[in-house]
């Protein structure tokens, strides 16, 4: 009688957590879904943005032995950069070679605390038909009137904001699944054939918006030494700080619609 029970509380308490489990999925895969308003434009956009390719960098064996001997998350690419055009000739230096390499400091990792998408970030045109004189609806479609440079950034000055940049927009990238860039241009004369009627008597606005992703974190800065002791290489992060950031980075190659009928214009 006891094994039937137990087995009988296992089995509800499997499908409790099933349950909630389904619950909650959802949530997290739903984050980020690109409402219906946005519209890809990368085939359309008559000025063709760079692809920016993140900065992901393997590590070299040595790179990789010198991450390993400290305690410190490191995951700045340019440092890694920097370590994978590195060697060390143990052979000349001996064994019983000592030294410290001051490399200076640097900003070691960034910890996400926040993603959002702004969908409406900046607007970058406005396209309008007059119909009040018509009898019959009238059909409208998305055309650049102008092209539009949209720049994010980091809301506020750091010291190697580049470097922060790179670390926040991988991180960004990674959740959102979107084709970040922190510059993108929407070509003049970019049309989209989405179209829209304007009833009749009424005037008709099509705005078209560039997206956003705020990011938000902390970002963990360091003194980087590199000691030789016994032959054998190892990093040393001294002076550990962390300082709060957050950046703007604009969504590459997409539009959101933002479609308006009125009986008076605005």
Do not use: C
């Not at 039937?4 to 499997?14: P, V």
């Amino acid at each position: 009688m006891k094994k039937i029970m137990i087995a009988s509380l296992l089995f509800l308490l499997i499908q409790s957590n099933l349950t909630f489990a389904a619950e909650e999925s959802p949530k997290e895969e739903n984050t980020f879904m690109i409402p219906q308003s946005v519209l890809s434009i990368s085939k359309e956009n008559t000025y063709k943005n760079p692809t920016q390719d993140l900065p992901y960098l393997q590590p070299s064996e040595l790179a990789q032995q010198l991450l390993d001997s400290t305690n410190e998350e490191i995951e700045n690419p340019d440092l890694i950069r920097i370590m994978n055009e590195s060697s060390i000739q143990f052979a000349k230096l001996g064994f019983a070679m000592k030294a410290s390499i001051y490399l200076g400091e640097w900003p070691l990792a960034y910890e996400s605390k926040g993603t959002e998408v702004n969908w409406e970030y900046q607007k970058v045109n406005t396209n309008y038909i007059d119909n009040r004189g018509g009898n019959a609806p009238k059909t409208m479609s998305y055309y650049q009137e102008q092209q539009k440079k949209i720049t994010g950034g980091l809301t506020a000055k750091i010291p190697n904001s580049e470097a922060v940049e790179k670390m926040m927009m991988i991180s960004a990238a990674e959740k959102t699944n979107l084709p970040l860039a922190f510059d993108t241009v929407i070509g003049q004369s970019t049309v989209k054939n989405n179209q829209y009627n304007v009833p009749a008597n009424q005037v008709g606005y099509l705005y078209g918006y560039v997206p956003a992703v705020h990011e938000k974190g902390d970002v963990t800065y360091g003194e980087v030494y590199l000691t030789l002791r016994g032959g054998k290489p190892k990093l040393d992060v001294k002076n550990v700080t962390e300082q709060g950031i957050g950046a703007w980075i604009p969504v590459q190659d997409n539009l959101s619609f933002t479609f308006m009928a009125s009986t008076k214009p605005r």
